[in-house]
């Protein structure tokens, strides 16, 4: 299996202040170099010349400049600088102006306390029902202890990505499918904790983990639609059954009204015959009884029928 190497990862901060180093290095060691020509011209004068006395200071005044301008460091409100003194860890510095000592400190690195968000993913990996997913996600963390993140890990960044996605698998592969797609936010929060129990140690708090992509083969996305759908069907029907029978305890209810009351139920008969009529409908098939109970030959035009007929 090929191991996959890592490159250490330096701030883009701290690569200026190292090239900056470097330039205050050449400076020095230029003054170096004039403060040696001026004294090679006092011996090649024999004496205390003009000339080499003004290269001399020259080139003191420019190593103490150096040096001064050298301890004067600045600091953005976000950023906290680690400071060494020859070597060792001295202490952390920000935000603001600060001093350092000329040649005894330097900054080792610089430490941005802002929040941060990073993109990790998890690629054809296997869940606990041996689906295929592939899995995206992103979290939002931060350096609460900057001496711990400088010297406890050599790439905290790095670190924090490797982790995220060791916990990202762990929490795939430990649950199925369907509890993955349908409890998000425990998934969620489970990587958060799992993440954040690592990078403690480091100085560093995930606060919070979201998955934002999750894919799964073609065929299994049918298979899942058509599930979906029939579990709609399903409560569709559970529904209307419901319903259903609503409506069955409120016609019980109705009959046990009309049953007590005889007034109640011709009305109902006649606001039925009402809505019928005015649908505009030609023809109505009523039964005998209806007519029967309400003795209402009359309402139909009936009785007017049978008095022609007996002319």
Same mark, same amino acid.
């Given at each position: 299996?090929?191991?996959?190497?890592?490159?250490?990862?330096?701030?883009?901060?701290?690569?200026?202040?190292?090239?900056?180093?470097?330039?205050?290095?050449?400076?020095?060691?230029? @003054?170096?170099?004039?403060?040696?020509?001026?004294?090679?011209?006092?011996?090649?004068?024999?004496?205390?010349?003009?000339?080499?006395?003004?290269?001399?200071?020259?080139?003191?005044?420019?190593?103490?400049?150096?040096?001064?301008?050298?301890?004067?460091?600045?600091?953005?409100?976000?950023?906290? %600088?680690?400071? =060494?003194?020859?070597?060792?860890?001295?202490?952390?510095?920000?935000?603001?102006?600060?001093?350092?000592?000329?040649?005894?400190?330097?900054?080792?690195?610089?430490?941005?306390?802002?929040?941060?968000?990073?993109?990790?993913?998890?690629?054809?990996?296997?869940?606990?029902?041996?689906?295929?997913?592939?899995?995206?996600?992103?979290?939002?963390?931060?350096?609460?202890?900057?001496?711990?993140?400088?010297?406890?890990?050599?790439?905290?960044?790095?670190?924090?990505?490797?982790?995220?996605?060791?916990?990202?698998?762990? /929490?795939?592969? *430990?649950?199925?499918?369907?509890?993955?797609?349908?409890? *998000?936010?425990?998934?969620?929060?489970?990587?958060?904790?799992?993440?954040? !129990?690592?990078?403690?140690?480091?100085?560093?708090?995930?606060?919070?983990?979201?998955?934002?992509?999750?894919?799964?083969?073609?065929?299994?996305?049918?298979?899942? /639609?058509?599930?979906?759908?029939?579990?709609?069907? !399903?409560?569709?029907?559970?529904?209307? /059954?419901?319903?259903?029978?609503?409506?069955?305890?409120?016609?019980?209810?109705?009959?046990?009204?009309?049953?007590?009351?005889?007034?109640?139920?011709?009305?109902?008969?006649?606001?039925?015959?009402?809505?019928?009529?005015?649908? *505009?409908?030609?023809? %109505? =098939?009523?039964?005998? @009884?209806?007519?029967?109970?309400?003795?209402?030959?009359?309402?139909?035009?009936?009785?007017?029928?049978?008095? =022609?007929?007996?002319?």
């Amino acid at each position: 299996m090929k191991r996959r190497q890592y490159s250490a990862h330096v701030p883009e901060k701290t690569k200026k202040l190292q090239d900056w180093t470097g330039v205050k290095m050449a400076l020095v060691a230029y @003054s170096a170099i004039q403060i040696a020509a001026g004294l090679a011209l006092f011996e090649g004068a024999g004496r205390f010349g003009e000339t080499g006395r003004i290269i001399a200071v020259v080139g003191v005044a420019l190593i103490v400049l150096v040096l001064i301008v050298s301890s004067i460091k600045k600091a953005d409100e976000w950023e906290r %600088m680690i400071v =060494l003194r020859f070597g060792k860890f001295h202490s952390v510095r920000g935000p603001g102006l600060f001093f350092l000592i000329p040649i005894a400190d330097r900054i080792g690195s610089v430490i941005d306390i802002r929040i941060r968000i990073m993109d990790f993913s998890a690629q054809n990996i296997l869940t606990a029902d041996s689906v295929t997913v592939n899995v995206d996600a992103f979290a939002f963390w931060l350096v609460w202890d900057p001496q711990k993140a400088a010297l406890e890990v050599e790439d905290y960044e790095e670190a924090v990505a490797l982790a995220s996605k060791a916990g990202l698998r762990n /929490a795939v592969c *430990g649950n199925t499918l369907s509890v993955f797609l349908e409890e *998000g936010d425990l998934i969620e929060k489970q990587i958060q904790e799992e993440v954040d !129990k690592q990078t403690t140690d480091w100085g560093i708090t995930v606060q919070y983990v979201e998955i934002h992509d999750i894919q799964i083969p073609e065929a299994l996305q049918e298979s899942l /639609a058509r599930l979906a759908k029939a579990e709609r069907e !399903k409560k569709s029907r559970i529904l209307l /059954a419901e319903a259903e029978i609503e409506i069955a305890k409120k016609l019980e209810t109705a009959v046990s009204v009309y049953a007590a009351n005889e007034l109640a139920m011709k009305l109902k008969i006649l606001s039925i015959l009402n809505e019928g009529l005015k649908a *505009g409908n030609s023809m %109505m =098939l009523v039964p005998n @009884s209806i007519t029967e109970e309400l003795q209402s030959g009359a309402v139909f035009g009936l009785e007017a029928l049978n008095e =022609l007929r007996k002319k």
